[in-house]
């Protein structure tokens, strides 16, 4: 006794402009007549109509080459999280990652910043930036800034 598997039928896309044997051949192969969406590749900007205005003509101007570029931000640690670390420790990326605070591999690769929101009562010697209004509550606890 045989069991009968059913047919899978998938037709591949007609690759158009590869002439007739193609089955979308012929002169202008199903793009329709003259401009932009007939060619081969449409600009990443193209938006279609004249009438709306471009989104790189709604962004504002900048000048340069990183223009495109995004520039990431570091990570926010809050002062009142270093309260969770022992006191007396040298705050850095390697310590803020082992005790869970920030992701090891996105502070290695934009880095760390601790702000001044909340308070802190122990002392911690800091090796990473730091604002200045964290940076007087840290002195206040005892702690220093290397």
Known sequence: MS???PK?????SKRVGRGYGSGKGGHTVGRGQKGQKTRAH????FEGIKVKKSLIKKLPLQRGKDKFRA???PIVVKLFLLDLLP???TVD???LAKEGIVDARDAAEI???ILGNGEVKKAFTIKVPISKSAAKKIEKAGGTIA
């Not at 899978?8 to 591949?12: C, D, I």
């Not at 449409?42 to 900007?45: E, M, Q, S």
């Open 8 to 12: 899978l039928v998938t037709r591949r």
């Open 71 to 73: 520039h990431p931000k």
């Open 42 to 45: 449409i600009g990443i900007l």
């Open 3 to 5: 069991t009968q598997l």
């Open 87 to 89: 006191a007396k420790s």
């Open 111 to 113: 880095g760390v910043k």
């Open 93 to 95: 990326i390697a310590l």
